[in-house]
């Protein structure tokens, strides 16, 4: 069993920034990858952004590379989503998940499915 605790979220008006953290306990984490996803009233569970645990590799969905970065700190066992030059577009429930079985490329890392575990979200909005 993996339990996150997600924080970080808030107000913010646009053009600001936020950081999201994700903390995982309950498993050794080597193969697995956590990612961020999002959903918005009346929209889908959307893809932000993943990263492996041991190797480091990240994955960004388009609308947001380039003004979040996901990062980890595998002492803390904790990811963090920072977000740069938000848009009122990035107003969501921000989720936090684990994948088990992390299988080294954009697909696995992308794919809601695949993951395992999930935070409790977190709401982020964004004013014009």
């Known amino acids: 069993q993996v339990q996150l605790v997600e924080s970080g979220g808030g107000l913010v008006q646009a053009g600001g920034s936020l950081r999201l953290s994700c903390a995982a306990s309950?498993?050794?984490?080597?193969?697995?990858?956590m990612g961020w996803f999002r959903q918005a009233p009346g929209n889908e569970l959307e893809f932000v952004a993943a990263?492996?645990?041991?190797?480091?590799?990240?994955y960004y969905a388009e609308s947001v590379k380039g003004r979040f970065t996901i990062s980890r700190d595998n002492a803390k066992n904790t990811v963090y989503l920072q977000m740069n030059s938000l848009k009122p577009e990035d107003t969501a429930v921000y989720y936090c998940?684990?994948?088990?079985?992390?299988?080294?490329?954009?697909?696995?890392?992308?794919?809601?499915?695949?993951?395992?575990?999930w935070g409790q979200g977190t709401q982020v909005t964004v004013s014009s």
């Open positions: 998940a684990f994948q088990d079985d992390y299988r080294g490329n954009y697909y696995s890392a992308s794919r809601s499915a695949r993951y395992d575990y």
């Open positions: 309950g498993r050794t984490f080597s193969r697995s990858a």
């Open positions: 990263i492996s645990w041991s190797g480091g590799n990240t």
